[in-house]
């Protein structure tokens, strides 16, 4: 199993970046997938989460209304569109998948079998 982030880097406040994830290893197209981050000295949060068919997604409230959860099944990728990043965004953002095939939704990281090595985002002026 391989989930390999990629797309993060330096931005200004009020920027935007997208986070994209490999899958490979397991059945991508029947697995929900997550995204979490880690900043610094605190635990790993919730960002956002798309169910199996790519029709159900769930946002941390933190980046509701900002960020977007999307899914291409015939790449086996999943994407973070992130926009208005604010420096509070600063962290390691790591994809997640269930191998629980049509499993459903989850902001817990412990429901989350496999993960990628992260990809770090910095937003700063």
């Known amino acids: 199993v391989h989930l390999v982030e990629s797309g993060g880097g330096l931005v200004q406040p009020g920027g935007s970046l997208r986070l994209s994830c490999a899958a490979s290893?397991?059945?991508?197209?029947?697995?929900?997938m997550g995204w979490f981050r880690q900043a610094p000295g605190k635990e790993r949060e919730f960002v956002a989460a798309i169910n199996w068919s790519g029709g159900n997604t769930y946002y941390a409230d933190s980046v509701k209304g900002r960020f977007t959860i999307s899914r291409d099944k015939a790449k086996n990728m999943v994407y973070l569109q992130m926009n208005s990043l604010k420096p509070e965004d600063s962290a390691v953002y790591y994809c997640?998948?269930?191998?629980?095939?049509?499993?459903?939704?989850?902001?817990?990281?412990?429901?989350?079998?496999?993960w990628g090595q992260g990809t770090q985002v910095t937003v700063s002026s």
């Open positions: 997640a998948a269930r191998s629980r095939s049509y499993s459903g939704i989850s902001y817990y990281s412990y429901d989350y079998d496999y």
């Open positions: 290893g397991f059945t991508f197209s029947s697995s929900p």
